[in-house]
């Protein structure tokens, strides 16, 4: 706990002496596409995910940084299982994020995502005995910590870490 007490002190303390400014606005609109990279090797379909942000405040820190975005987050993976089985996951829902300009063209953002999942397990056992089908659905949340570095005013790459269809998600981003 007490690490985790300083680790924050130290992030608030680098948003106060930092003087860049928000890369992200209010008013401002992104679409991202991404793949996921940790997915694993047993795919049959790759972890793909879009999300749609819109840049609601601006100036929150007071210092001319710092925006808050409200948008959208869908994403798929395949899997192949042991068995001749195979999984679907799927994750739809909208999020909230904090964005943060600490250097130049660098948009850095933490956020929260409350949505629906679904999972679905189907298939021939390997032995062609026996045909599996199984679904489970429900409420999902996740946190995220990404970044996006703008490359010119409407293109960025980004990186996202957190739970999604993914652990680790990568793609572009355009502002729109």
Request: hydrophobic residues 40%; glycine residues 16%.
């Amino acid at each position: 706990m007490k690490r985790f007490l300083l680790t924050v002190v130290a992030i608030l303390g680098l948003f106060t002496v930092s003087n860049a400014q928000s890369v992200f606005r209010g008013g401002d609109h992104s679409l991202n596409l991404g793949v996921g990279l940790n997915a694993g090797h047993r795919m049959y379909f790759p972890a793909i995910s879009g999300s749609y942000e819109m840049g609601l405040v601006d100036n929150v820190f007071g210092n001319g940084n710092g925006s808050i975005g409200f948008g959208a987050y869908a994403g798929v993976v395949g899997y192949n299982h042991d068995y001749g089985l195979r999984s679907t996951h799927f994750l739809v829902g909208p999020r909230l994020a904090l964005h943060y300009g600490f250097v130049g063209k660098l948009d850095t953002y933490f956020g929260i995502m409350l949505g629906y999942r679904n999972v679905s397990l189907n298939g021939t056992v390997s032995d062609g005995a026996k045909y599996v089908k199984a679904e489970d659905s429900g409420f999902a949340y996740n946190g995220f910590l990404g970044a996006r570095y703008f490359f010119n005013d409407r293109f960025a790459a980004f990186i996202e870490l957190g739970y999604g269809v993914t652990n680790l998600n990568a793609g572009i981003s355009i502002r729109l």
